[in-house]
């Protein structure tokens, strides 16, 4: 099959059609707006359920009582209709329910700007809502990355009963380009015996639930949620590099910020600067031990992270892998501004000549 021209926030609303999405609920934010829209025409084409919510509140509390039904269901939001969604996401991972979120991520605080940005990290990859949960998160960096992983992220929720959020920054949501609709691998999935469907000749109901009121059985139960985010652990972690092996400087980005880099990469190496680049693509589980053994080896002088935040999130992540044995600056910028080729070049350079 050829390619395709398709804009981001539409592709990804058609990858979430071809993944078996039974039913999506959301809100219209900027710039995510278009998936709820494509949604809106197609998926009663498809059989399947679209419902434009009262709010955001209620968007993510109808996809738990759809998933909790046993359907395959999605939202999707910008940044701050995604805090509103905090509460829900965490009902979701304590009852242990699949569901695919999307984040179109802006600028921000509070309603901060409509153009991209990145300062979401730390809500997604440290729960944004309350209790010890995880959702696993997906970042892609081109608009192919996130059709392939909204598809994938379906299987993952189901595979393990958890919530799986795909962070994309607004550029991406927004830009258009080729892409090619090709199969994604389907996981083996047990059925879904565990869901609100009716006795169906069981002598016990099925009940979804986040409430334990002795602390000694919350307890317990925290304990295996624990497990199981140990085995997301060893078996989701993703990560990419470039030009990394022979590299003085490691630079460290995702997303749309990880899309300059590999530009500035090239530029650095016209100037005699060896540069590499790191990219997570799981941001939890975070893959640290990869970053760790790359970033240690003896060529890396000096490590930049990159991003659209204003003091840097991700770079905790980095320096918690990189264990305070590499130095490490940070460029970045808020509000929608996105770091150039020439800034990164001139940070990196600045980067190793401090470093030496």
């Known amino acids: 099959m050829g390619k395709e021209l398709w804009k981001g926030n539409e592709a990804i609303a058609e990858a979430a059609i071809r993944a078996g999405c039974d039913c999506f609920f959301g809100y219209p934010i900027t710039p995510q707006s278009e ?67 999307v984040n179109c991520m802006r600028g921000g605080p509070g309603l901060g700007t409509i153009q991209p940005g990145q300062s979401d990290y730390f809500q997604a990859t440290r729960g944004g809502g309350n209790g010890d949960y995880r959702t696993v998160v997906l970042a892609p960096a081109n608009i192919q990355e996130a059709v392939d992983m909204v598809q994938e992220a379906f299987d993952i929720a189901d595979q393990y009963r958890n919530p799986v959020l795909v962070l994309a920054d607004g550029m991406i949501g927004q830009m258009m380009e080729p892409i090619e609709w090709h199969e994604v691998p389907k996981r083996r999935l047990a059925p879904k015996d565990w869901a609100t469907t009716g006795r169906k000749g069981r002598e016990h109901h099925n009940v979804i639930n986040s409430l334990y009121i002795d602390p000694n059985e919350c307890d317990d139960f925290n304990v295996e949620l624990a497990k199981k985010y140990q085995v997301i652990k060893e078996n989701e972690v993703r990560w990419t590099h470039k030009d990394a092996e022979d590299a003085e400087l490691l630079i460290t980005a995702y997303g749309t910020p990880a899309r300059i880099v590999l530009t500035a990469l090239e530029q650095l190496r016209a100037e005699g600067v060896k540069a590499g680049i790191f990219r997570p693509i799981s941001l939890w589980p975070f893959p640290e031990k990869a970053l760790h053994d790359l970033a240690l080896r003896d060529n890396v002088k000096a490590i930049l992270d990159v991003e659209m935040s204003i003091d840097g999130q991700m770079i905790e992540d980095v320096r918690l892998s990189v264990e305070g044995r590499k130095p490490i600056s940070y460029l970045g910028h808020a509000g929608g501004v996105i770091p150039t080729v020439e800034e990164i070049v001139e940070a990196g350079k600045k980067a190793l000549k401090e470093a030496k």
């Open 35 to 101: 998936i709820p829209e494509y949604l809106s025409l197609h998926m009663p084409q498809h059989g399947k359920v679209f419902v434009q919510a009262e709010s955001e509140v209620a968007a993510i509390n109808m996809v738990y009582g759809a998933a909790g039904a046993g359907m395959r269901a999605m939202t999707s939001s910008s940044s701050p209709g995604i805090s509103l969604k905090q509460e829900g996401i965490t009902y979701l991972a304590g009852a242990e329910l699949p569901a695919v979120i």
